[in-house]
């Protein structure tokens, strides 16, 4: 079993930033592909970004590209996710997630954790 918990969330203004962490614990961290999610009220669980085992791979989604920066700290099991020039469709609850070996962008992740609320003001 992996935990993960993650926490950075909150109440920001448009074209604000934050930086969302997930914390790790169980089983080896450099096993798992890390990814964040976010689902809106309403809507359908979707896909932001994801970082290979290492972290020499990432991808995004296309309405975060150059305003999100995913990274991770193996050392500290934590992977991290930057969220700069914010807009107010950001708004959701933002998960993370850890998918065993290689990386993807469907739902298919192996550990989820329990979320926290992005809020983003106009």
């Known amino acids: 079993q992996v935990q993960l918990v993650e926490s950075g969330g909150g109440l920001v203004q448009a074209g604000g930033s934050l930086r969302l962490s997930c914390a790790a614990s169980?089983?080896?961290?450099?096993?798992?592909?890390m990814g964040w999610f976010r689902q809106a009220p309403g809507k359908e669980r979707e896909f932001v970004a994801v970082?290979?085992?290492?972290?020499?791979?990432?991808e995004y989604a296309d309405f975060v590209k150059g305003r999100f920066a995913i990274s991770r700290d193996n050392a500290k099991n934590t992977v991290y996710l930057q969220m700069s020039s914010l807009k107010p469709e950001d708004t959701a609850i933002y998960y993370c997630?850890?998918?065993?070996?290689?990386?993807?962008?469907?739902?298919?992740?192996?550990?989820w954790g329990q979320g926290t609320q992005v809020t983003v003001s106009s």
């Open positions: 169980g089983r080896t961290f450099t096993n798992y592909a």
């Open positions: 997630a850890a998918k065993t070996f290689d990386i993807g962008r469907a739902l298919d992740y192996d550990y």
């Open positions: 970082i290979s085992r290492g972290g020499g791979r990432t």
